[in-house]
């Protein structure tokens, strides 16, 4: 090479922000969740941002759909243990291990996405702690828009629901579906789409976003609008991975986090509507208007999941639950 090409060489890598090569950090970044889930968008958003922040010296390689191997319910010991540098994670699984990641889809407790994210920044703290309890660092934090109820008819009524073969997502999902009288069965997602197939269940609790992405139509028939909750994804990354990452490269971590937090949360309602009409161009029926009195039974079978969380958590679950309804 040429002293010219030399310099000139030296130049470019210098004007390379922090002054990174390409590609000096990998990371495989798992997400359980279909390649067209809201999620997914976050998660594309967040590594091009990264990757512009710092000339491409952090590369992440996506793996949708659980097909790095791990299910929501296995990322946070993947990511502390060092297996997954970095997830985005179904947290309502991860409840047996924290009663904190049962918070977001407590029935009936945030149905929109202001009182969801309201009820996110209330507890944010309280997640923080956990996964640096874990060996982990929360980078954010991303909803689902309002669960509602994927079956082969309307599930409208008492009737409609009374032994119903239904998934949950979660140990609430389950307790208060058996008390409106269902049949749950609580499944990761890659468990669903097999169930359906071979008649194991009949129904799927989950949202318009969910199925859409599934493409549940090719199973079920109607999906039932009832605002059930609005859970959440986490995006955590293992704490040494993290350690090992200079400020500058911290710091860009953080702000293409943020971009894509803000990104999700300002897309979600906007999603339920392109949801409702790709579902009804698929044939699906979109039970919308359904009864307050149903409504409000659902509710009353939410109550016992809403009491067993405030024993588990104490006295931080009620100032948590004070604050979001102050």
Do not use: C
């Not at 947290?91 to 149905?111: Q, R």
């Amino acid at each position: 090479m040429s002293i010219l090409h030399k310099a000139l060489a030296g130049l470019a890598l210098a004007i390379l922000p922090f002054g990174a090569s390409a590609a000096e950090i990998k990371w495989d970044m798992a997400n359980e969740y279909n390649d067209t889930s809201i999620h997914a968008e976050g998660d594309r958003l967040f590594s091009t941002k990264l990757s512009e922040m710092t000339g491409g010296a952090i590369e992440i390689t996506h793996h949708f759909g659980g097909s790095i191997g791990f299910k929501s319910k296995d990322q946070l010991d993947a990511v502390g243990d060092g297996a997954l540098p970095i997830a985005n994670t179904y947290v309502g699984p991860l409840g047996g291990i924290d009663p904190m990641f049962l918070l977001p889809s407590l029935p009936f407790l945030a149905k929109t996405a202001d009182e969801a994210r309201r009820l996110l920044d209330v507890a944010r703290a309280d997640y923080e702690a956990i996964f640096a309890a874990n060996n982990q660092k929360l980078l954010w934090a991303s909803p689902w828009p309002p669960s509602g109820i994927w079956a082969k008819k309307p599930v409208d009524s008492d009737a409609a629901i009374t032994n119903l073969k239904i998934r949950t997502y979660d140990a609430n999902g389950t307790i208060t579906l058996q008390q409106a009288g269902a049949a749950p069965i609580q499944l990761s997602w890659a468990d669903v789409v097999p169930q359906l197939s071979t008649g194991g269940i009949d129904a799927v609790l989950t949202s318009a976003e969910g199925g859409t992405n599934a493409k549940f139509w090719e199973h079920l028939s109607h999906f039932t609008e009832v605002n059930y909750a609005m859970p959440l994804n986490m995006v955590h990354i293992n704490l040494d991975t993290w350690n090992d990452l200079s400020a500058e490269h911290q710091a860009a971590v953080l702000d293409a986090a943020k971009a894509a937090e803000d990104y999700v949360w300002e897309k979600v309602e906007a999603r339920v509507a392109q949801n409702y009409s790709d579902m009804k161009a698929a044939g699906m029926t979109v039970v919308t208007g359904v009864s307050d009195d149903y409504l409000a039974e659902l509710n009353a079978a939410g109550s016992k999941a809403r009491e067993e969380w405030l024993a588990k958590t104490g006295a931080k679950g009620e100032a948590i639950l004070q604050a979001f309804n102050n």
